[in-house]
């Protein structure tokens, strides 16, 4: 039984592109990974000039799933839920062909790790060994780069797509899917606080994850809301889990939302600006950015399924963008979103530092909601480490969370106050 452990998976695989690996190791074992948590413990990359070696320690064996993606060029291996209990910096430097990784919760029972790679590569092996001594397993996937015509396209796009349906509890479908507008008793609130899980979002100059502000922030705006007993509150997540774009969406159609809140914090790289800006902005949707930074911004927020290894660059070009301003005749809903900027950048400013432009206006993927009045809210910038300091505190958190929900109060009793 042992030696089975020892040495399931080492099968050479240069040529093939389509590769999609099963290291199944122990089958008997399965079952016992839910019982304790796997836990990550060490990684690292080596490289010999040859190939490149991609070495996660875990504290038992497991079944995983290695595949490469194209646009951009990725591996990613599909792993049961586990603890990364990894150094902070690890996966922000390259070696090889691999420029970098992430790791993290994909959904509610399964982890992945996305290794960006320089081109197109192929996996030589995959598989995992004892650590001597220890009951600890060794997954290693060795790497090599190959031409792209060798390496062919999207080789494990559809599995790396498939998002399984058990996320966060606020994310199980509305009680009744047919549900319409105006029976709602309250008004429907849909907080989302963006990327999560695999997708860090920005990190800021003391490593601070955009993930976790955002969502500490939901988590009072939610309990804000809910104090005024005026408003039906939804997430679409509630912990440090993946959720993709499109969910989001659907996530707020299903929910017939009323009013949909995305949260964000932004960090820039340039170290010689990063102490200097600072401050929130409101984002509503339009199909032209209102300038050079809203559109760098859209962008980068748009790229969250990719990093998450959902979809490729290819297919988020400009169709897209194009359905966005399509959706955007809807003009009400337009003008509603622009009402609620409006108050709310006025509501924020009275409670933290706004950014010199506080409104700002570009082509947000997940602001793309026809039926539904939305905003994106950058709360600030994490490059600068004194706010990046500030915005993880409970005070400052609480403090925009009762001035997110003040504003939403002004926008509801207003349109309230219109209605014939
Ligand atoms: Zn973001």
Same mark, same amino acid.
């Given at each position: 039984?042992?030696?089975?452990?020892?040495?399931?998976?080492?099968?050479?695989?240069?040529?093939?592109?389509?590769?999609?690996?099963?290291?199944?190791?122990?089958?008997?074992?399965?079952?016992?990974?839910?019982?304790?948590?796997?836990?990550?413990?060490?990684?690292?990359?080596?490289?010999?000039?040859?190939?490149?070696?991609?070495?996660?320690?875990?504290?038992?064996?497991?079944?995983?799933?290695?595949?490469?993606?194209?646009?951009?060029?990725?591996?990613?291996?599909?792993?049961?839920?586990?603890?990364?209990?990894?150094?902070?910096?690890?996966?922000?430097?390259?070696?090889?062909?691999?420029?970098?990784?992430?790791? #993290?919760?994909?959904? /509610?029972?399964?982890?992945?790790?996305?290794?960006?790679?320089?081109?197109?590569?192929?996996?030589?092996?995959?598989?995992?060994?004892?650590?001597?001594?220890?009951?600890?397993?060794?997954?290693?996937?060795?790497?090599?780069?190959?031409?792209?015509?060798?390496? #062919?396209?999207?080789? #494990?796009?559809?599995?790396?797509?498939?998002?399984?349906?058990?996320?966060?509890?606020?994310?199980?479908?509305?009680?009744?899917?047919?549900?319409?507008?105006?029976?709602?008793?309250?008004?429907?609130?849909?907080?989302?606080?963006?990327?999560?899980?695999?997708?860090? #979002?920005?990190?800021?100059?003391?490593?601070?994850?955009?993930?976790?502000?955002?969502?500490?922030?939901?988590?009072?705006?939610?309990?804000?809301?809910?104090?005024?007993?005026?408003?039906?509150?939804?997430?679409?997540?509630?912990?440090?889990?993946?959720?993709?774009?499109?969910?989001?969406?659907?996530?707020?159609?299903?929910?017939?939302?009323?009013?949909?809140?995305?949260?964000?914090?932004?960090?820039?790289?340039?170290?010689?600006?990063?102490?200097?800006?600072?401050?929130?902005?409101?984002?509503?949707?339009?199909?032209?950015?209102?300038?050079?930074?809203?559109?760098?911004?859209?962008?980068?927020?748009?790229?969250?399924?990719?990093?998450?290894?959902?979809?490729?660059?290819?297919?988020?070009?400009?169709?897209?963008?194009?359905?966005?301003?399509?959706?955007?005749?809807?003009?009400?809903?337009?003008?509603?979103?622009?009402?609620?900027?409006?108050?709310?950048?006025?509501?924020?400013?009275?409670?933290?530092?706004?950014?010199?432009?506080?409104?700002?206006?570009?082509?947000?993927?997940?602001?793309? /909601?026809?039926?539904?009045?939305?905003?994106?809210?950058?709360?600030?910038?994490?490059?600068?480490?004194?706010?990046?300091?500030?915005?993880?505190?409970?005070?400052? /958190?609480?403090?925009?969370?009762?001035?997110?929900?003040?504003?939403?109060?002004?926008?509801?009793?207003?349109?309230?106050?219109?209605?014939?």
């Amino acid at each position: 039984m042992t030696g089975v452990l020892e040495h399931l998976w080492n099968a050479r695989f240069v040529a093939a592109a389509a590769l999609v690996l099963m290291l199944v190791l122990g089958v008997g074992r399965a079952h016992a990974l839910q019982d304790r948590a796997v836990e990550a413990t060490a990684v690292r990359l080596l490289d010999d000039g040859k190939s490149t070696t991609f070495e996660l320690t875990i504290s038992k064996g497991l079944t995983a799933q290695v595949y490469t993606l194209a646009n951009p060029y990725r591996v990613v291996l599909d792993l049961p839920q586990m603890d990364f209990r990894l150094d902070a910096a690890a996966g922000k430097t390259g070696r090889g062909v691999v420029s970098a990784f992430r790791y #993290g919760l994909f959904a /509610q029972n399964k982890a992945r790790v996305v290794l960006d790679t320089t081109g197109p590569v192929g996996i030589v092996s995959a598989g995992m060994t004892r650590v001597p001594g220890s009951k600890a397993m060794r997954l290693a996937v060795v790497l090599v780069p190959m031409d792209a015509a060798a390496f #062919g396209a999207g080789t #494990g796009a559809l599995l790396a797509a498939a998002e399984p349906a058990d996320l966060g509890s606020d994310l199980a479908p509305p009680e009744s899917a047919d549900r319409k507008h105006k029976d709602h008793a309250k008004p429907v609130i849909v907080i989302d606080p963006g990327h999560g899980g695999i997708d860090p #979002g920005a990190l800021g100059a003391n490593n601070v994850a955009e993930k976790s502000v955002v969502l500490a922030v939901a988590l009072q705006l939610k309990a804000a809301l809910l104090k005024t007993r005026r408003y039906d509150v939804k997430m679409t997540r509630t912990d440090d889990v993946f959720v993709s774009l499109e969910r989001r969406l659907k996530f707020s159609g299903e929910n017939d939302a009323d009013l949909f809140i995305s949260l964000h914090a932004d960090s820039i790289e340039e170290k010689s600006i990063a102490d200097s800006i600072r401050g929130a902005t409101v984002y509503t949707l339009s199909d032209r950015a209102s300038d050079e930074q809203a559109r760098i911004m859209a962008d980068k927020e748009n790229a969250s399924d990719l990093i998450a290894g959902v979809g490729s660059a290819k297919n988020d070009g400009g169709e897209e963008v194009k359905n966005i301003l399509i959706d955007l005749l809807k003009r009400e809903t337009s003008n509603f979103s622009a009402d609620f900027s409006h108050v709310l950048a006025k509501r924020l400013g009275q409670a933290i530092t706004m950014s010199r432009i506080p409104r700002k206006s570009a082509a947000f993927k997940v602001l793309k /909601q026809p039926h539904a009045p939305s905003v994106l809210v950058e709360l600030g910038y994490m490059s600068n480490s004194t706010q990046e300091q500030e915005m993880m505190t409970s005070d400052w /958190q609480s403090k925009v969370a009762e001035a997110i929900a003040s504003a939403v109060q002004s926008y509801f009793s207003k349109r309230t106050a219109a209605q014939p």
